[in-house]
């Protein structure tokens, strides 16, 4: 709708605006109002007559998501300006040349980061989806506040979601989620990710967010009063330690108690611990932080009990995103447990703020920061996906979603790795070279294996062995990207030493054989005996010793020779085989692909999948580059036997002149010459020509193959030929 702004709204505009320059001013960031002003004033004119679906002026969209930037992350200008300018792009005329020139590179790198980002995050597609996941963190490797501007317009768009139609805010709520949550956990915006999981829950789940939330409200009286009892003694305590503090009373979110209900299966009155108990104080500079806070908390234990087991440190030991604080439950005066948490002024910055805020501040040099490590692990996963994306989103879960351990060396240094990591993982973390030679490790003194999965606090030290080198099932052991990506690397190296002995062993064969001037025909015909396309493919399997150079010999007589072996009768076996030449043993138990169906005689490969399983798909399955692409080392070059001992069904397609007879030529050809079994036939006739379809039972495809042939040269018939199976049913 565009519609002239009232006066009214011109005035809340301005007043969104300086509330917004107000925060910024407020800030110890450099005074750019000029800049802010001008980005005010160009997004509001590019959006002059908009309106958003609440009604309002589109700017005043903008203006909060600028608001949310320096008042709730913490970041500067370039941000408030790049938020002022987010939708201009995408929304209207303005281009991103043109916001260069007015605003420079900066701001207009991060503006077109954000235009570049598809609000349609989770689209209905899987692979749609990991590409906008990969485009995601691509932006974001480029420079991580694209991020942080998103999860702002995210937040705003999310306290404004009622104005959608229901089926838009289910799926913007569900990609809030799935996405947006975590990665402002990630980021260790943490008031942002328990508002955008609640905001989330609410339009997800409206029934039990609206009975949680009147449950609560009946409590609160009971809770404060219960939390005034609660304080009152620390309080006491505390100031006649002399500190500068503030207590605050935290009741859990509607979200995180439905969670609670969810995980451990409890009512909402089994959830005991809705209230949290906060100390932020200012700590005294002759001693450290640490310290201090070790105090508060004999100060809060000398009072109530504490739970032996809930006793969390996260001073020694920030988590990965920033965190830092002492938490501890306690027995309080009503027999509740009751957590505390145990802030100094600046941690308690850092958890409202995350690191985003300090990053802020290292812009330029270069630093340690987890920020930097952790979009340094993303850039390793984008490398690692570049040429597909199929399974980038399940592995980018694995390391973002999940939450950390923390492992350490003999020495005590301490490294984070996600949930799940092995001993494997670990060594690759601390450096390639004993990850390439590990051969188990010390955890907690005790010898365990290169799969054993580590827990959080657990002491590791890795064991090598000079002569110790990667096998494949190791990728099995490993959980995390760079452990996959080194050891695929390594793979890769690996085969083309032993593509290189396969050349070898072939050219010392022919020389064997005296037959080195004809070595281009000998490869032809030995990459079409075991029906492979790529010289270097066959040469891998020989170098490896899975395939032989037996045949070779044979296949280098006359064809006359040859044919005259061929005809010989061949023992058949009872059931149907398939033989699978691979490095993981032959003759395993195999299914046939789903998507492309194939049959005795089409070039095949096979993969292992996650059962165990061989699954067998043609070479030209659309699925197939998919499946190279993603499961490269565990496919092997697969091969039929040749026992005619089960039908398949296969379709024809035909095109011909109408004439009587024509289809009963045809009929003839397949169940008289071929006695094939006629499943099904479909034949439409137009304007003297007609087409048909033909579904049959075979034995192979050399039988299709010469069953259109023949049909084919009936004189009025066009063409017939095998459709092959791309899925479709
Ligand atoms: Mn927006």
Redesign the pocket.
Known sequence: MKTEITKQEELAIEQAFADLLKSYTATRHHQKVDLITRAFEFAKNAHAGVRRRSGEPYIM??LA?AKIVVSEIGLGSTCICAALL??VV?DTDTTIEQIQQEFGEQIAVIVDG?TKIS?NLLSKEASTQAENFRKLFATMATDARVVLVKIA??L??MRTLEFQPKEKQLKIAGETQYIYAPLAYRLGLFPIKQELENLSFKYNHPAQYEDICRRLENKQTVQMEHFELFAKPIRFALQSMGYDFEMQARIKTPYSIWKKMQDKNVSFDEVYDLLAVRIVFKPNTDRSEKEQCWNIYSAVTEIYKPHPERIRDWISTPKANGYEALHVTVMGPEGEWVEVQIRTTRMHDIAERGLAAHWKYKMGNDTNSELDRWIDQIRDLIKQHSQNTADFLSEFKLNLFSSEIFVFTPRGDFNILPQGATVLDFAYQLHTELGEHCVGAKVNHALQPLSYKIKSGDQVEIITAENQHPQREWLQWTNTAKAKSRLNDYFRRGDRELIAQGEKKFNDELNRLGKSEMHDIALHRLLHYYDFKQPAHLMLQIGKGVLSLEPLEELLKSKKQRQRKEEAPASKPQIPKLLVLTDYGRNKEYTLANCCHPIPGDEVFAYLNDKNMFVVHKSNCPDAERIKSSYGKRLCPAEWDNSRTQTFVETIALQGIDRTGVIIKALEIISTHYKCNLQYMQIKANDGLFEGRLKLDVYDSDEVRKICSEISEIPEINYARRIESRGEK
């Open positions: 969209h903008p998501v987010h939708d995408e954000l609000s317009d995210r705003h768009n």
